[in-house]
């Protein structure tokens, strides 16, 4: 069970918008510390998508985006790509530096 | 480019020992803190292991606490992780990741391809 909880799975169509979410507690991202968001494609590495919370890296197209509110925070992808088909990762920290990851989403283009 | 690189996994019994390598360049590693992370056969991603720039603090998952250790060598701009009483549920794909910048708190920002360790009689 992971500290910081995800939606097991999402769909869309091509086109549409999709969010996907991470709870987390007052140890974590309630307490301040940033949440970052990443792809994996499947059979490869994950990719960091998202940085302290809303920060894009270089090259992520900006369908891209994630916010933070309080202990939560949110991944919105736009004009939805049957290549953005893959799992999705949350992970935040807490005051020990122990890295927290969610328990991933799978987002499924229809 | 900034690439790392794992090395030294395989098939392991229960009970066992198995030591990790990530070689990394195209990025002053002794910059940089560095972390273990794995993935069991269709799950998702767990933190491993963190360790800081220059060595001197290290960070483990309750699940491998007591039994994993992590090191690094700045001047062979390597990062180890050390396996022992290996378990069953040990089993996973382990990605060597560095940090986005140099905090500790910053995201795995670049990650290897994984090296895949299997615990089994």
């Known amino acids: 069970q992971s500290v910081l909880t995800q939606p097991p799975s999402v769909s869309g169509a091509p086109g549409q918008r999709v969010t996907i979410s991470c709870t987390g507690s007052s140890s974590n991202i309630g307490a301040g510390y940033d949440v970052h968001w990443y792809q994996q494609s499947p059979g490869t590495a994950p990719k960091l998508l998202i940085f302290?919370?809303?920060n894009r890296p270089s090259g992520v197209p900006d369908r891209f985006s994630a916010s933070k509110s309080g202990t939560s925070a949110s991944l919105a992808i736009t004009g939805l790509q049957a290549e953005d088909e893959a799992d999705y990762y949350c992970?935040?920290?807490?005051?020990?530096?122990?890295?927290?990851f969610g328990g991933g989403t799978k987002l499924t283009v229809l | 480019e900034v690439q790392v690189v794992e090395s030294g996994g395989g098939l392991v019994k229960p009970g066992g020992s198995l030591r990790l390598s990530c070689a990394a360049s195209?990025?002053?590693?002794?910059?940089?803190?560095m972390n273990w992370v794995r993935q069991a056969p269709g799950k998702g991603l767990e933190w491993v292991s963190s360790?800081?720039?220059?060595?001197?603090?290290?960070y483990y998952a309750d699940s491998v606490k007591g039994r994993f250790s992590v090191s690094r060598d700045n001047a062979k701009n390597s990062l180890y992780l050390q396996m022992n009483s290996l378990r069953a549920e040990d089993t996973a794909l382990y990605y060597c990741?560095?940090?986005?910048?140099?905090?500790?708190?910053?995201?795995?920002?670049?990650w290897g391809q994984g090296v895949l360790v299997t615990v089994s009689s």
């Open positions: 992970q935040s920290c807490d005051s020990n530096l122990s890295v927290l």
């Open positions: 302290a919370n809303s």
């Open positions: 990741a560095r940090h986005l910048n140099s905090t500790m708190v910053s995201p795995c920002g670049y």
């Open positions: 195209g990025f002053t590693f002794s910059r940089y803190s």
């Open positions: 360790i800081s720039s220059s060595g001197s603090y290290m």
